[in-house]
């Protein structure tokens, strides 16, 4: 695991993207503060820049250091989830500008494997996490699943194996920093 955490982070801090295994589906990603790299991801899923993307952080301590004011609420969020779970926040920080939705947001998750933990960790930035399907196709369960396109289309595949066997994505919860909270993906 150590080799492949070395071989994406050389990836990411040269703009490149990689295809990784997460905490839910098989991802594209790149370094989630190089506006760069967050062109490519849109490009290659063929997806309009106004469609935001999902941003992954190692801990708590990196998520605070991301988004101007995290409520309270995110904590008991993040603690009794049953499943991954990404939240939209209000008024991210320190992310590359094309990764902010127009409203001033950003969906942000705090990684749940360890892999993901390890790489983010060892590259102390975010990195962007969608899934490696074009925009509109089916997202795939398993790595066989990915289309050529996207597999051609990265600059570096993760050799590890599938370790979640029936995979789905992470439910999504938008809480706003006036106390709104709203379900967008159970």
């Not at 490149?16 to 990603?29: E, H, K, N, Q």
Request: proline share 6%; hydrophobic share 40%.
């Amino acid at each position: 695991m150590t080799e492949e955490i070395n071989n994406c982070i050389k990836v990411l801090q040269e703009g490149r993207l990689i295809l990784y295994p997460t905490d839910t589906v098989w991802g594209i990603g790149c370094d989630a503060t190089n506006p760069e790299a967050v062109k490519k991801v849109y490009a290659l899923k063929k997806r309009e820049d106004t469609k935001a993307l999902i941003c992954l952080v190692a801990n708590q301590a990196m998520l605070e250091r991301h988004v101007k004011a995290v409520p309270d609420v995110a904590y008991d969020i993040m603690d009794l989830a049953t499943k991954p779970t990404t939240i939209v926040f209000d008024e991210p920080m320190r992310v590359a500008s094309n990764l902010i939705a127009e409203d001033n947001t950003l969906a942000i998750r705090v990684a749940s494997d360890k892999f993901c933990q390890y790489l983010i960790n060892k590259f102390k930035k975010p990195i962007v996490s969608t899934s490696a399907n074009i925009s509109g196709h089916p997202t795939p369960k398993q790595f066989k699943d990915i289309e050529e396109e996207i597999l051609k289309g990265v600059d570096y595949v993760v050799n590890l194996p599938d370790e979640n066997i029936n995979p789905s994505p992470s439910s999504i919860i938008k809480l706003s920093n006036d106390g709104q909270v709203k379900v967008i993906r159970e």
